[in-house]
């Protein structure tokens, strides 16, 4: 397991690494690393591998929005039933179960701020056990995924005034 956790801990950084570039940062032979890569995958660690998207860089732009849901559950509806609905929109970029003041975090991605807000009156706002939504528009997104989105021509002298 410690030789998975090291691989892990590589493509956490950089999933685009190859075999022989983890090898080489983890100290493992390049075998041992390709069977600690299929196991991860085998057992449902690693789901998939994917970018990270500065979408406001991008010419189309998306909208991101964080969106607390309350749901009221009964004896036959658990969170994950709330959740498997919820979770095959693919407006649902990320779906977490939290503690707090309300149950459910969900990361949506739209065309724009009304495609977002239609998205939640009309497919999540109307699920038998959804109580309450308060949606949040994100802004400006200055870390996702552990990379930080630093604009290159930024200039962090301090000013020097006469």
Do not use: C
């Not at 691989?7 to 390049?30: C, F, P, S």
């Not at 990320?94 to 807000?117: I, K, P, R, T, W």
Request: charged share 30%; hydrophobic share 40%.
């Amino acid at each position: 397991m410690e030789a998975e956790r090291e691989v892990l801990d590589v493509l956490a950084r950089n999933a685009r690494e190859g075999i022989d570039d983890i090898a080489a940062q983890t100290g493992l032979d390049a075998a041992t690393v390709e069977e600690a890569i299929a196991t991860l995958e085998g057992n449902g660690v690693v789901h998939g591998y994917q970018a990270v998207i500065d979408w406001d860089a991008t010419e189309e732009g998306k909208i991101r929005a964080i969106v607390e849901i309350n749901v009221e559950l009964d004896r036959e509806t658990g969170y994950e039933q709330v959740a498997d609905r919820i979770a095959k929109f693919p407006a649902v970029d990320a779906l977490h179960l939290v503690s707090g003041d309300y149950d459910f975090a969900v990361e949506v991605l739209g065309e724009s701020m009304q495609d977002v807000s239609q998205f939640i009156s009309e497919q999540v706002a109307p699920l038998p056990e959804v109580t309450q939504t308060v949606t949040h528009y994100i802004m400006e997104t200055y870390k996702d995924g552990g990379i930080r989105f630093v604009d290159g021509d930024e200039d962090d002298r301090l000013s020097v005034s006469p």
